[in-house]
């Protein structure tokens, strides 16, 4: 198959070129950016994904942004042109592509990630002692006592902490990285209000102070969106933001988590 392309460099810029695709080589040229790589259109779909017991069924409300995210990234990397529509494909080739690339990011066929998500959501936002808090339910509880206060939950800032150190030296190295955000919680069953995204670049506001740039398939074309994360107690823990400029919205961080990656040859799409 063939596509045309337009090239990107000052000279050739806007001057139509037919290429085989997908190419026969690829070197991705340049930093990922949403503007240029991204979708252009928003993650809105309207789908349920049923998945295996014990697990919730994806909602509708959810849409595909992990596989939005991941799906990005497999076309930045296969040197392949992201898809022109404008339109949220609601069938056909790419939308099965981003219900598959979906599924993997979720880690299919096990989904371990959906796991996680539902670990994350449920623990409180820093370690804290177990002492006085009994898990074991209304009816035992009262029966065995309190649980000793020796016993602790570890918080999502601190298990976010290392995420964060690794997120960080992925993305010095040149490699973007499909991660996970934590909104809602803890107590929350609705795991699906968290959310997914591809984080391609950081910038560095202060010594302790680190914005990591993303591409949020909720807000296509938006170069500008980053988490911004606070390191704390010397880096043992670390506080996140969302903000995006453009709506000069913020969007509270619980914590987050790489998410598993396996390229991808993504179909060739005008």
Known sequence: M???????SPILSG????????PPTCTPVGTFTPSLYGFKFSNYFSL???????????????GL?????TAALDYFLSCIPIPSTTTTPASGALFNYLLSRQLDSLGSPTFGMVSKFLSWTNRPNTTRPLGGVSPIGPVLGPLLGPIPSLLSISGLQELTAPEFRATVASLAAGRPVVIGLIYVGPGAVSIWNNHQVLAYGTTTVSPTVTNIKI????YPGDDGVVI????????????????????GGTKNVRGFFRMPYARRTPPCLP
């Open 65 to 69: 942004c992990g596989g939005m995210a």
């Open 48 to 62: 349920t994904i049923p998945l295996p017991p014990p697990f919730p069924s994806i909602p509708a409300s959810y």
């Open 228 to 247: 911004r994360c606070e390191q704390l107690t010397g880096g043992r823990r670390v506080r996140c933001t969302e903000v995006i400029p453009s709506s």
């Open 15 to 22: 001057v139509p070129t037919t290429v085989p695709c997908p």
């Open 215 to 218: 591409y949020d398939p909720n």
């Open 2 to 8: 063939y596509i045309t392309t337009y090239e990107r």
